[in-house]
């Protein structure tokens, strides 16, 4: 049996995974970036993060099918930019930096799956907005890794620290 992406080094995700426009989730909302942190404090390069959300009504329901795509050749040009889809795959640069634009969720919240270079599974996390029910669950010096930072109106900035002093609080699911 051949090992799986899971079972071996990688990291895997510049190919096929992030696509143009992957952080347009909806435009003329808010933008929440940030960068990721290995165990050492430096940017990690190479990571992919996830995000589901729900729309501004608190429903956790996209529009599939948002990517548009050259008649052409059938390469992807991105998204349109428009619908909102509840979805979205952004790789960070080199300085580890990454940016999504979306509307404010309904539900006070976004999820977040992170995929990193050492990492043999993925790390599930959320970017709380505001404060949230849920946060009293979380130890009262642990839950600023789970609250995003408003730097100016509609801009928020969240940092994903893999390990270390500063590791964001991840969730399990399982």
């Known amino acids: 049996m051949n090992p799986t992406p899971s079972q071996t080094v990688g ?15 909806a435009t003329g909302g808010i933008a929440v970036h940030g960068y990721v942190y290995d ?3 430096d940017p990690v390069p190479d990571a992919l993060l996830e ?12 529009a599939p099918g948002t990517l548009r795509r ?7 040009l991105g998204r349109d930019g428009v619908v909102f889809t509840g979805f979205g795959r952004v790789a960070t640069d080199l300085d580890g930096h990454w940016a999504l634009r979306t509307v404010r969720p309904g539900n006070g919240y976004i999820s977040v799956c992170v ?9 599930y996390t959320r970017i709380y907005l505001g404060q949230d029910p849920f946060l009293d669950s979380v130890p009262a010096e642990r839950r600023h890794t789970l ?3 408003q730097e100016r109106d509609g801009v928020f900035r969240f940092d994903v620290h ?13």
Do not use: C, S
């Open 51 to 62: 995000f589901w959300q729900a729309g501004e009504d608190g429903q956790v329901r996209g």
């Open 115 to 123: 995929f990193a270079r050492g990492l043999l599974h993925h790390l």
């Open 11 to 25: 990291p895997f995700y510049g190919y096929a995974l992030p696509f143009p426009g992957g952080g347009d989730i």
């Open 162 to 174: 893999l390990q270390g002093e500063k590791e964001t609080v991840f969730l399990d699911f399982g």
């Open 147 to 149: 609250l995003a930072e």
């Open 70 to 76: 050259d008649p052409t050749t059938g390469a992807v």
């Open 39 to 41: 165990g050492a404090g």
